[in-house]
């Protein structure tokens, strides 16, 4: 089962220029084939279907670990895709002076029709999300080198995207998934070495820049981001720390496992779209919860 968390992996500040196409190639690292869409299920179906798991148990924790910090990915592309397309068309209720128009000339219409101008489960250029990149064939060797290649493949879409949008929000989530998706490279060229005895740490960076480069990367590294795996749980899936211990391969500072989750930071309240009735009812009155709240000690 997954606990859930109120809080993003992240903080994300307001976008000083909100862009419907920069929100567009965000797209991809959502729901792209090598977004976060992917990784997510990648390493859950895996984790769900994966046999002999308590001989080859540390691989298992492994693997299920890195799954539940995808979600917290998926909501963070997706916070930011929202961020850009935010104030984005015209505000207000008379639909007659064509409050939209400027969509017209968007990449992505599909976030002015098909969604309350937010984020889909789309690639930058509106195709969905499929199944068919998903990989679980049930042997192991195969699977992890999967997605050793799937983080990188991950890994250069994001360089790419810092490298076309250059508002701060895309910037500071990008900077932050190099560091979380560079710990999820680096553990599953560690789980292919103990695995297979073959030295595939010494690939590491792929693509050959180092996250350095990026101010928004290099800060987190500075505070250790890089070096921490964390279980997602507040009791379980220690045994990855069988596999996720030893130096990093491009500092050589200690791999630490972390029980828990990261600490995260409040979510960005999104403010209302009228034009695209979004959220609507504006009847209600949010105030008849507070006779019930009272009656049943919750708090609001």
């Known amino acids: 089962m997954i606990h859930r968390i109120d809080r993003l992996a992240l903080e994300l500040p307001t ?66 895709i929202n961020l850009l397309l935010t104030g984005t068309t015209k505000r207000g209720h008379d639909p007659e002076p064509g409050p939209l128009q400027n969509a017209v000339d968007a990449r992505n219409s599909y976030h ?69 998706g560079g710990v999820h490279i680096v553990a599953y060229a560690r789980a292919l070495e103990v695995l297979t005895g073959v030295a595939v740490t010494k690939l590491v960076p792929v693509p050959d820049l180092s996250n350095k480069a990026f101010p928004e990367a290099r800060k987190h590294e500075q505070k250790g981001l890089h070096l ?32 828990g989750s990261p600490e995260g930071a409040p979510y960005p309240d999104l403010e209302e779209e009228p034009q695209l009735n979004a959220p609507g009812a504006e009847d209600f009155d949010p105030e008849m919860f507070k006779d019930i709240a009272k009656k049943l000690g919750i708090k609001l």
């Open 112 to 180: 002015f029709i098909a969604s309350g101008q937010a984020a889909l489960p789309v690639d930058s250029m509106g195709l969905p999300w499929t199944g068919q990149n998903v990989v679980s064939t049930g042997n192991l060797k195969m699977d992890l080198l999967h997605n050793f290649f799937l983080e990188c493949g991950a890994r250069a879409n994001k360089m790419r995207v810092y490298e076309m949008v250059t508002d701060r929000t895309a910037r500071e989530m990008v900077g932050y998934l190099l560091v979380r």
């Open 228 to 259: 921490k795996l964390y279980t997602f749980s507040p009791e379980d899936y220690l045994q990855a720390g069988l596999i996720w211990n030893g130096p990093h391969p491009e500092d050589g500072q200690e791999l630490q496992v972390v029980q």
């Open 15 to 80: 976008p000083k220029n909100p862009s419907a196409n920069d929100a567009a190639a965000v797209q991809e690292l959502l729901g792209g084939k090598f977004g976060e869409m992917s990784t997510l299920m990648n390493y859950t179906f895996q984790s769900f279907n994966f046999r002999g798991r308590k001989r080859l148990r540390p691989f298992y924790e492994l693997v299920a670990s890195i799954a539940a910090e995808e979600y917290g990915h998926i909501e963070a592309v997706s916070y930011a």
